[in-house]
């Protein structure tokens, strides 16, 4: 009996149990995600639907995988779900999407540093309509054609994944030049104004918080390398890689989605909240819910220290209203 006829499908349907539980942990994350950053308004409209996108084409890839991983025990089959259509090109077109978007999210924190001065202020949807469209446009031609051409499928995910090693490392810069410059700020208060100066802080604390999510992007762009490679070179043990590149992938959609709520202290104080009205059936009173604003709002991005003690309170409302005039 050949070794490898039994052993394929033992490995590929425990992943498939393995991938099940991590949609179905992953679907209602990516589900409440999205609503947190759909209530907020902390957040750069910008920002806020890049992440937006960001968690719709996470969900919808969880819940592709979800159903590819379940049909797998209603076929008896360990790989005819990982082709049946209409799921494959909706699959890819959520992960062409998904490991797209990182780029917009590099240009965005580019604009965000570029036009500190006056980048708060600019909230029309210019910006998300014009990646909106041409990101759409490349998902749709490329999940149409996934089947057809896998050369071009490969050269794009190369491309993906080289420019995202670039992307990451002038992320670095940009943090290290935003942490630099807010400083500058905090020592000569003169020369800027509140506006500015919240954008320096906003790019400092937005740089910490999508670190986990910088990181993990070119780890399942390659994932989706690995396994175009495999397949047009014709590499034997093609079936392993996919299925476990697969599952590789969906707990790196789902470390997304928790950084983004874990990191971010507003969806976090949001999300504890649901959380809590959702298992204690009991609601926090408005004045925990200000106190966990006020302790936000005044914690030092830099240091995690409070940026305002009980005896200078006076002094910085006085520096706030010089700056604001």
């Known amino acids: 009996m050949d070794l490898d006829a039994v052993l394929q499908p033992v490995y590929i349907l425990t992943l498939a ?7 179905l942990v992953c679907v209602p994350v990516s589900a409440i995600n999205f609503l947190l950053i759909v209530k907020t308004s902390v957040i750069h409209p910008n920002l806020k639907h890049i992440l937006l996108y960001q ?19 209603v076929l008896l089959s360990p790989m005819a779900s990982e082709y049946i259509e ?24 580019v604009l965000a540093t570029i036009m500190v001065k006056s980048y708060e202020r600019k909230r029309k949807p210019y910006f998300a309509l014009g990646w909106l469209a041409v990101l759409l446009s490349l998902s749709l031609y490329n999940s149409i054609s996934y089947r057809m051409k896998e050369l071009s499928i490969l050269l794009t995910n190369v ?28 020592k000569s208060a003169a020369g800027h104004h509140l506006s500015e100066r919240y954008q320096l802080s906003e790019n400092v604390r937005i740089g910490k918080q999508l670190i986990p999510t910088l990181v993990v992007h070119p780890l399942n762009i390659m994932s989706s ?32 989605e ?16 649901l959380m809590n009205s959702f298992i204690f059936r009991s609601r926090i009173s408005e004045n925990v819910a200000a106190e966990s604003v006020t302790r936000i709002a005044m914690t030092n991005i830099l240091s995690g220290e ?13 520096m706030l209203r010089e700056l604001w005039n």
């Open 55 to 73: 968690s719709a084409c996470i969900l919808g890839r969880g819940m592709c995988r979800f159903t590819a991983c379940f049909l797998k025990f």
């Open 225 to 256: 390398t690995l396994t175009t490679s495999w397949n047009f070179f014709g590499i034997a043990g093609a079936n392993y890689v996919m299925v476990s590149c697969a599952t590789f992938s969906s707990f790196c959609s789902l470390l997304i």
């Open 306 to 318: 409070r940026l305002v003690t009980g005896q200078r309170q006076e002094e910085h409302f006085e």
């Open 258 to 273: 928790i950084s983004i709520i874990m990191c971010h202290p507003f969806l976090k104080r949001d999300f504890d909240h």
């Open 17 to 23: 149990v393995v991938e099940l539980l991590i949609n």
């Open 159 to 186: 491309a993906l994944l080289s420019s995202a090693a670039i992307e990451l490392y002038l992320f670095a810069l940009l943090r290290k030049y935003s942490a630099r410059a807010y400083r500058q700020s905090l």
């Open 86 to 109: 209409p799921i494959g090109t909706v699959y890819s077109f959520f992960v062409f999407n998904r490991n797209s978007l990182v780029h917009v999210l590099i240009i965005e924190r």
